[in-house]
């Protein structure tokens, strides 16, 4: 592990200003998002490569306690250090999260309530596999503050399901969307993958409509990568399933992204859509920044916080801001401190199991640490904001936050890729363009 401790404390720069201009602008810039890793599943599932694990039910309870004794060890830490943290978003990940009996998330949430300060709009997202619920066990969710939900629905076609190494069928993602609206939960979000071996493009587009009448809130659309060390990518480079048709794929990218937006869903993020606007705000056109320009060209669309159902707690990843992660394999970034956990769930409640306290913002889990330098930090939040397809990266927020503007720090990449067509850059900031959100890999090397 790279330095730590109070070195990191010594990294802490002012960001007020840029908090302020975030805030100003509508975006919760002071406050922490917390990601919660929980890496059980019932069947590995062929294309992954997260930090999971099947088999291992029996370490569920001693994990879920070292996680909640992890939250408290880091929340004391930052007490230490001048403050208790407001947290305005809560992301239980995975692996399968649902996994979890209630009871244990009754464990986990006292020790988030005691650690951190929630604020009144908490957004508290839970993963979810469908097949894994019951309507009792959402309602005790929601009952404990949970009020998002997240399924991992993926296809509406069995043979696409078996050949993903899902259990579930799509009878199951509609039911579990009946028992969460039951439960009491309005906005739901369901994940579905494109491009699949022997997928055409009629298979998908019946996907997304079956999809579409369960009435989701949120839709996250990915294509299917074939990761490194994971069955599918093992069964493509043997001949055994067709390699992924990157055109089909580019199709079936374009044809949902029509088909969503004329069932009332907004793109704010190369692979996410939300339903509909705060009403508050749906007459308003935000700018980028909360000054603009006056030679301005054009306005590069409104911030995606106007969006009520936009997953909040992804758009701290996408616009490059603070969050800590808790359990094995976690990742955090604060301070200018990217950081990650143990990997292994026995290592991680080991390591928790004999700790006494945490040196803010790490935890005793910590397995590596490292800075980021300013020229680093600045790349990333090109490459992770131009992901936001409405709001990309604001030119007076860039400044705020790093001193300089867009044109200053990126000049000759940004009149490149303007020049190539992939993206739109004017005195208000830079975004993708259609073309660009098809190409965004070749986008975001410019920047790292």
């Not at 009144?120 to 894994?132: R, V």
């Not at 794929?249 to 190369?270: D, F, P, R, T």
């Not at 604001?394 to 990126?410: N, S, T, V």
């Amino acid at each position: 592990m790279v330095r730590r401790g109070a070195e990191a404390a010594l990294a802490v720069r002012k960001e007020c200003a840029y908090n302020r201009e975030m805030a100003e602008a509508g975006v919760p810039g002071q406050l922490l998002s917390l990601y919660l890793h929980i890496p059980f599943c019932q069947v590995r599932c062929a294309y992954c490569d997260f930090n999971t694990y099947a088999g291992l039910d029996s370490l569920i309870a001693p994990y879920a306690r070292a996680l909640a004794k992890e939250i408290r060890l880091v929340g004391k830490g930052a007490e230490a250090q001048g403050g208790r943290g407001q947290a305005h978003t809560v992301f239980f990940g995975g692996g399968t999260p649902s996994l979890v009996p209630l009871e244990l998330h009754v464990e986990i949430f006292t020790a988030l309530r005691g650690a951190f300060e929630l604020t009144p709009d908490c957004e508290i997202t839970l993963e979810a596999n469908p097949g894994t619920v019951s309507r009792a066990y959402l309602q005790g969710l929601r009952e404990l503050g949970v009020n998002r939900l997240s399924f991992g629905v993926q296809s509406s076609h069995p043979h696409e399901l078996r050949l993903l190494d899902r259990l579930h069928l799509f009878g199951d993602a509609a039911q579990a969307v009946t028992w969460a609206r039951a439960a009491g939960f309005e906005n739901v979000n369901l994940d579905l993958i494109f491009g699949i071996p022997h997928q055409t493009l009629e298979m998908w587009q019946a996907t997304l409509n079956r999809t579409l009448a369960l009435g989701p809130d949120h839709l996250s659309c990915y294509a299917l990568s074939l990761e490194h060390g994971t069955p599918m990518r093992a069964w493509v480079y043997r001949g055994l399933l067709p390699m992924p048709d990157p055109d089909l794929a580019a199709e079936m990218y374009e044809w949902a992204s029509e088909a969503l937006e004329k069932n009332g869903y907004v793109q704010y993020e190369i692979s996410n859509w939300a339903r509909g606007e705060k009403p508050e705000v749906r007459s308003e056109r935000s700018e980028i920044g909360s000054r603009k320009s006056e030679d301005a060209k054009s306005d590069l669309g409104p911030l995606t916080s106007n969006l009520h159902y936009a997953c909040r707690h992804n758009l701290q990843y996408w616009r490059n801001l603070p969050y800590l992660g808790f359990g094995a394999g976690a990742h955090g970034y604060m301070h200018d401190w990217r950081y990650s956990n143990v990997l292994a769930p026995t290592a991680y409640i080991e390591r928790i199991g004999q700790a006494d306290k945490a040196d803010f913002p790490f935890s005793p889990a910590v397995a590596q640490a490292t800075p980021t330098t300013p020229d680093e930090t600045m790349g990333e939040t090109m490459m992770l904001g131009m992901r936001l397809t409405r709001e990309g990266v604001g030119d007076d927020i860039f400044r705020e936050r790093f001193g300089l503007g867009l044109g200053e720090k990126y000049p000759r990449e940004l009149r490149r890729l303007k020049a190539l067509g992939l993206i739109e850059w004017d005195s208000t900031g830079a975004r993708l363009t259609k073309q660009g959100r098809l190409l965004g890999n070749r986008v975001f090397r410019e920047f790292v």
